[in-house]
């Protein structure tokens, strides 16, 4: 079965410092789909980032990036040059082509401090 | 804003009562998803339509139905209801079964039961 997760519950950050929120995955499926969302505490979903398994290049928008290592199943999100409206819930999720479900992880509370 | 509307906002209810969830997708999305999100369970994945056709199931409970109508709205029912039904219930969309594979959220419903 696939499976994502986050094992920092929360971090804490010094506002313009680089942040790192640690993801990884379990699949057996050659081909999958790996996401970041963002939830502030207003609770909307936001779509960051995604990385396909068979692509060669990292993920980059803007200031986020991907730091996708096959093959250590992880997918690490970098924040680079946080601000404070970072402060979220952080999650990560998978998608298998043909399952069409999101799988996702437990999520990580990123607090930026000024 | 993701272009995917959720409606109503929250949902306050008694134990035992019915209600209904709608969402419309972003504009030529063919594919809604429902997702539960609650404190003890996370984010999980209910049920997925694409195109009027309900296309893969998660954990949905038999108390609860979901429909996607030939503008591609789609209604989220929940019938007798329980104090653990209560969570933020959101609605994704995305283009198709084999298009980009970003699943867009809707703002949510917290649904409340009392």
């Known amino acids: 079965a696939q499976k994502i997760t986050q094992t920092q519950p929360g971090m804490f950050v010094q506002e313009k410092e680089a942040v790192t929120l640690d993801c990884t995955y379990d699949t057996s499926d050659p081909s999958y789909g790996l996401f970041w969302y963002k939830q502030p505490s207003s609770g909307e979903m936001i779509f960051l980032i995604y990385q396909g398994s068979y692509d060669q290049q990292n993920a980059t928008e803007g200031r986020y990036s991907l730091n996708f290592q096959k093959a250590r199943k992880s997918a690490n999100l970098v924040i680079s040059a946080s601000q404070l409206g970072d402060s979220a819930m952080y999650f990560c999720a998978m998608r298998i082509p043909g399952a069409q479900k999101l799988v996702f992880g437990q999520g990580t509370r990123l607090t930026i401090n000024p | 804003d993701s272009g995917v509307t959720q409606t109503p906002k929250h949902l306050i209810t008694a134990t035992g009562q019915r209600v209904t969830l709608r969402c419309s997708p972003r504009s030529g999305d063919l594919s809604v998803y429902w997702y539960q999100q609650s404190l003890d369970q996370g984010l999980q994945f209910l049920i997925q339509y694409y195109n009027g056709e309900e296309r893969a199931k998660g954990n949905i409970l038999e108390r609860f139905s979901a429909q996607q109508f030939p503008d591609l709205h789609s209604e989220l029912n929940l019938s007798s209801l329980e104090l653990g039904d209560s969570a933020l219930y959101f609605c994704?969309?995305?283009?198709?079964?084999?298009?980009?594979?970003?699943?867009?959220f809707g703002p949510g419903t917290r649904l409340t039961v009392t």
């Open positions: 994704a969309s995305s283009g198709g079964l084999a298009v980009p594979y970003e699943q867009y």
